[in-house]
T-cell receptor
Framework: NAGVTQTPKFQVLKTGQSMTLQCAQD?????MSWYRQDPGMGLRLIHY???????DQGEVPNGYNVSRSTTEDFPLRLLSAAPSQTSVYFC????????????FGQGTRLTVV | TQLLEQSPQFLSIQEGENLTVYCNSS?????LQWYRQEPGEGPVLLVT?????EVKKLKRLTFQFGDARKDSSLHITAAQPGDTGLYLC???????????FGKGTKLTVNP
């Protein structure tokens, strides 16, 4: 019963460094997405994917890249980390179609110094 | 501009009290979902409401979708400390799987 697995759980980066946040799901969900959660801001959509090979931008995509080579994996890449990217990042997956439940990972707490 | 406005932002009550949390928008949604998030965890779905005027009950929690499908409310009866958490509403528009989230209501129920 793994569901959505995110790694790492915590990460500290220096400004300008790059890194990849990993997300994997074992529920054969077509739809996957990345959110960031900041105090008082709720969850904001960064990028999403409706299936392998298809990705699109969300509300706050700048500074982030994604790819979807398999149904299971949806990594989020920070190209050159900035302090403004300090946040908690959540990956979610769901079946496509209306009214479907989003399953979330446990999150990655990222600090950029 | 926040598409979904939640109120109140913070709520601290005593065990046994009742409370209502609101999720409002000027936009129409095909469905609204309520999630609960505990510290250090991802949100977990509580309910999805789809039909205007729909009411769903989950033990002591009652969820309502507005007739015009622009707003929703969550009512908790006789709150318990285990209800403590961040309550998030999320809406889907049209046929999209993309969810728009409100900023959340942080509920603390004191013993």
């Amino acid at each position: 019963n793994a569901g959505v697995t995110q790694t790492p759980k915590f990460q500290v980066l220096k400004t300008g460094q790059s890194m990849t946040l990993q997300c994997a799901q074992d529920m054969n969900h077509e739809y996957m997405s990345w959110y960031r959660q900041d105090p008082g801001m709720g969850l904001r959509l960064i990028h999403y994917s409706v299936g392998a090979g298809i990705t699109d931008q969300g509300e706050v995509p700048n500074g982030y890249n994604v790819s979807r080579s398999t149904t299971e994996d949806f990594p989020l890449r920070l190209l050159s980390a900035a302090p403004s990217q300090t946040s908690v990042y959540f990956c979610a997956s769901s079946y496509t179609g209306k009214h479907t439940e989003a399953f979330f990972g446990q999150g990655t707490r990222l600090t950029v110094v | 501009t926040q598409l979904l406005e939640q109120s109140p932002q913070f709520l601290s009550i005593q065990e046994g009290e009742n409370l209502t949390v609101y999720c409002n928008s000027s936009s129409v949604f095909s469905s609204l979902q309520w999630y609960r998030q505990e510290p250090g965890e991802g949100p977990v779905l509580l309910v999805t409401v789809v039909t205007g005027g729909e009411v769903k009950k989950l033990k002591r929690l009652t969820f309502q979708f507005g007739d015009a499908r622009k707003d929703s409310s969550l009512h908790i009866t006789a709150a318990q400390p285990g209800d403590t958490g961040l309550y998030l509403c999320a809406g889907a528009q049209g046929g999209s799987e993309k969810l728009v989230f409100g900023k959340g209501t942080k509920l603390t129920v004191n013993p």
